[in-house]
C-alpha cells in the first residue's frame, strides 16, 4: 500500500486504514496548477488505485489554507505563452490525464471544497462523485476571463451541469456561490465553516457503510450507461 503518510513537493497523502486523504499544497497560490502540482496529483492518484486491493475504500481530496483551488498559476500561464503549440498540448495532455485517473477512480472521491474553486479548481469538483462545499466558496469557469476557453475539463463538466448551465457559466466566467452551484449539480453538500468537516465524514461513513463491490459497480454504471445505446445498456444492466 501506499505509504501512510506519503508527501509530495506540492501533494500530501495520508492513509488512515480505508480512507485516503489527498491535499493540494501550494497554499501561498491559493493551490494554484502548475506542472509540478499536475503530476504529482496525477501520480497520487495512480499510486492509490493500486491500494484498493489493500482494502481503501474512500478517497477525501482537499487543499490546504484558503482555498480548495484558484485554478492554473498566472506564473506558469505567461511562461507557456513561450511554448510551442505541440509543447502547449502536451501540458493540456497532461491536464486531462490527471482529470481521467481522478474521474476513473474505482473508489469513490470526496471533494472537501472551501475558499474559490476556479477554472481547473472547479474542473476537480466536476470529477468528484460527491461535491461538499463550505458555504461561503466561490466558483467559476474562469478560463474566458483570461483568454482561453475552458477546454480541457470541458468533459467532465458538461457531463456534470449540462449544456444549458455551460452556455451562462463558460461564455462569462462570471463567479457564482454555493446556491448556484448546488442548483446546478456542481455541488451536493453545503455547510458552514464549523460543519464542514463533520459533513465530510458523514459521506465517508455513508460510502463505508455499503457494500465495496457494490460500490464500484455503481461507478462503472455511472461512466459507462451514458455512453451506450439503449439496447446495450439493456445487455449490460441485465
Not at 503530476?39 to 480548495?68: K, N, P, Q, W, Y
Request: glycine share 8%.
Amino acid at each position: 500500500m501506499m505509504s501512510r503518510d506519503a508527501a509530495f513537493e506540492t501533494v500530501k497523502v495520508t492513509t488512515d486504514g480505508t480512507v485516503a486523504r489527498v491535499a493540494l499544497s501550494r497554499p501561498e497560490v491559493h493551490n494554484a496548477f502548475n506542472a509540478t502540482l499536475i503530476r504529482e496529483l496525477r501520480e497520487a492518484f495512480r499510486a492509490l488505485r493500486t491500494d484498493v486491493d489493500g482494502g481503501l475504500r474512500v478517497i477525501v481530496l482537499t487543499g490546504e489554507g484558503r482555498s480548495f483551488c484558484a485554478g492554473a498559476d498566472v506564473h506558469w500561464m505567461q511562461e507557456s505563452r513561450s511554448f510551442t503549440v505541440d509543447e502547449n498540448r502536451a501540458d493540456a495532455a497532461r491536464m486531462a490525464d490527471l482529470l481521467d485517473t481522478i474521474d476513473g477512480s474505482p473508489v469513490p472521491v470526496i471533494a472537501r471544497i472551501h475558499g474559490s474553486a476556479l477554472g481547473g479548481g472547479a474542473g476537480l469538483a466536476a470529477v468528484s462523485d460527491i461535491v461538499i462545499a463550505e458555504d461561503k466558496s466561490v466558483f467559476a469557469f474562469s478560463e474566458v476571463k483570461l483568454g482561453i476557453a475552458p477546454a480541457v475539463i470541458s468533459p467532465y463538466v458538461l457531463a456534470k451541469i449540462g449544456r444549458s448551465h455551460a452556455r451562462a457559466l463558460f461564455l462569462t466566467g462570471e463567479r457564482f456561490g454555493v446556491e448556484r452551484a448546488m442548483q446546478i449539480g456542481l455541488v451536493h453538500v453545503t455547510a458552514g465553516e464549523a460543519d464542514l468537516n463533520a459533513e465530510v465524514e458523514n459521506a465517508v461513513s455513508q460510502v463505508l457503510s455499503a457494500s465495496p463491490a457494490a460500490v464500484t459497480r455503481a461507478k462503472d454504471l455511472i461512466a459507462r450507461v451514458p455512453l451506450l445505446e439503449r439496447s446495450e445498456a439493456r445487455t449490460l444492466t441485465v
